[in-house]
């Protein structure tokens, strides 16, 4: 029996370092499952529309792979997308399908959800409106506005119909005149962010505030 245990021990010591590698490896490579919860993005929006509302941000993806490879993966690695280039104004019923989420080799996608979204458009339409001034502080004591100026004095809004339906003007960001003696001129932007407008055309006016004495003669 002893020189059964002790003949050729380098070969058994080698065949057990290899039995021990060998059951590492098969169970690195055993399947494994986790979840992952990421940023689900909106690709090629037809230019001629806009997401109405806050359709979904996220969505819960649950990927089997090894545990080797399982042991390596981040979020920062996967990513969602839905393509919007056949959308339709309306309603819209996307699938979200394996092939919209990115993964590394070797992970795949078992399930996801939400595995469906519903993602309302409208079509964008726009609208001509006058453009006014809000202004901020008053001028000089014995000094008063005189007359203010806007150019161009109307811009184009794009928005949906319900949104352009009830607005028929514009403001500015507020100018400030506190303490002003002498005329003002400045570049201000269209103040669209208390608007869900998409944009103005153009965004941004010249404004004078003309400033002139309250005493007689001047």
Same mark, same amino acid.
Do not use: C
């Given at each position: 029996?002893?020189?059964?245990?002790?003949?050729?021990?380098?070969?058994?010591?080698?065949? %057990?370092?290899?039995?021990?590698?060998?059951?590492?490896?098969?169970?690195?490579?055993?399947?494994?499952?986790?979840?992952?919860?990421?940023? %689900?993005?909106?690709?090629? %929006?037809?230019?001629?529309?806009?997401?109405?509302?806050?359709?979904?941000?996220?969505?819960?993806?649950?990927?089997? @792979?090894?545990?080797?490879?399982?042991?390596?993966?981040?979020?920062?690695?996967?990513?969602?997308?839905?393509?919007? =280039?056949?959308?339709?104004?309306?309603?819209?019923?996307?699938?979200?399908?394996?092939?919209?989420?990115?993964?590394?080799?070797?992970?795949?996608?078992?399930?996801?959800?939400?595995?469906?979204?519903?993602?309302?458009?409208?079509?964008?339409?726009?609208?001509?409106?006058?453009?006014?001034?809000?202004? =901020?502080?008053?001028?000089?004591?014995?000094?008063?506005?005189?007359?203010?100026?806007?150019?161009?004095?109307?811009?184009?809004?794009?928005?949906?119909?319900?949104?352009?339906?009830?607005?028929?003007?514009?403001?500015?960001?507020?100018?400030?005149?506190?303490?002003?003696?002498?005329?003002?001129?400045?570049?201000?932007?269209?103040?669209? @962010?208390?608007?869900?407008?998409?944009?103005?055309?153009?965004?941004?006016?010249?404004?004078?505030?003309?400033?002139?004495?309250?005493?007689?003669?001047?």
């Amino acid at each position: 029996m002893k020189e059964f245990f002790f003949k050729n021990k380098i070969l058994k010591i080698m065949a %057990l370092i290899f039995a021990i590698a060998l059951w590492i490896l098969v169970e690195g490579e055993k399947k494994t499952e986790v979840g992952f919860l990421i940023p %689900l993005e909106f690709r090629d %929006l037809p230019k001629d529309m806009v997401i109405i509302g806050k359709p979904v941000q996220e969505v819960e993806v649950r990927i089997l @792979a090894s545990k080797k490879g399982i042991s390596k993966l981040s979020p920062m690695q996967l990513s969602a997308s839905v393509d919007l =280039s056949m959308a339709k104004q309306g309603v819209n019923n996307f699938i979200i399908a394996s092939r919209d989420i990115k993964t590394p080799t070797g992970a795949e996608i078992i399930k996801t959800n939400p595995s469906s979204i519903l993602i309302h458009l409208e079509t964008v339409v726009t609208k001509l409106v006058p453009v006014k001034v809000k202004l =901020s502080g008053s001028p000089a004591g014995g000094f008063h506005v005189k007359d203010i100026s806007i150019e161009p004095d109307s811009v184009v809004l794009f928005g949906t119909q319900s949104e352009l339906n009830d607005i028929n003007d514009i403001y500015t960001e507020p100018v400030d005149i506190a303490g002003i003696k002498a005329n003002k001129t400045t570049m201000l932007h269209i103040k669209l @962010a208390d608007t869900e407008l998409k944009k103005a055309e153009p965004d941004v006016v010249r404004v004078k505030v003309s400033i002139a004495s309250m005493q007689r003669g001047k």
